[in-house]
T-cell receptor, first 112, second 109 residues
């Protein structure tokens, strides 16, 4: 248990489905992030939220829609995904942006 | 734009000391150096962070020369469970952290 909890751990979805990934942290951190990690590739930063406000969108396709209702929760809404979107999606948080990340265990997403 | 360069892979044997060096020639004055460890299908785990000279904690040491253009993560007496990917990152409080390819460490019996 790292202090950052991601659910679900595994998700299989069809290309026409809509699903959401959830991330929760109780570390009192102010910044939260979504990363994507495809097989044998480095982690790719997707979104950055600082004090609930989105400060970074790293050219992510609109079929990925983040939501940050408060500093403790972060969602990633998924719709009309493609098979190449299959990956490990990791959530992280930090007290300040880019300093001492704590990662969750990730959601393994498979798009069929 | 990658800010760090590390070896792609390293091999070691149980009980040995492992040193992984990272180059960060364009490190900025305010940048800290942070190392993470990642096991398959898990999120990276913070190992150690430093700004200059030497930092030591219960799992590793971090050596940073005076020019700060490189850093070395030292893992004493590795075991099989230290087999993982190790990432070196540089960044400050105002900038985002970018992960590179990391170093895949394989510890053999």
């Amino acid at each position: 248990e790292t202090g950052v909890t991601q659910t679900p751990r595994h998700l299989v979805m069809g290309m026409t489905n809509k699903k959401s990934l959830k991330c929760e942290q109780h570390l009192g951190h102010n910044a939260m992030y979504w990363y994507k990690q495809s097989a044998k590739k480095p982690l790719e930063l997707m979104f950055v939220y600082n004090f609930k406000e989105q400060t970074e969108n790293n050219s992510v396709p609109s079929r990925f829609s983040p939501e940050c209702p408060n500093s403790s929760h972060l969602f990633l809404h998924l719709h009309t995904l493609q098979p190449e979107d299959s990956a490990l999606y990791l959530c992280a948080s930090s007290q300040v942006v880019a300093y001492g990340y704590t990662f969750g265990s990730g959601t393994r997403l498979t798009v069929v | 734009l990658a800010k760090t360069t590390q070896p792609i892979s390293m091999d070691s044997y149980e009980g040995q000391e492992v040193n992984i060096t990272c180059s960060h020639n364009n490190i900025a004055t305010n940048d800290y150096i942070t190392w993470y460890q990642q096991f398959p299908s898990q999120g990276p785990r913070f190992i150690i962070q430093g700004y200059k000279t030497k930092v030591t904690n219960e799992v590793a040491s971090l050596f940073i020369p005076a020019d700060r253009k490189s850093s070395t993560l030292s893992l004493p007496r590795v075991s099989l469970s230290d087999t993982a990917v190790y990432y070196c990152l540089v960044g400050d409080e105002g900038g985002k952290l970018i992960f590179g390819q990391g170093t895949e460490l394989s510890v053999k019996p």
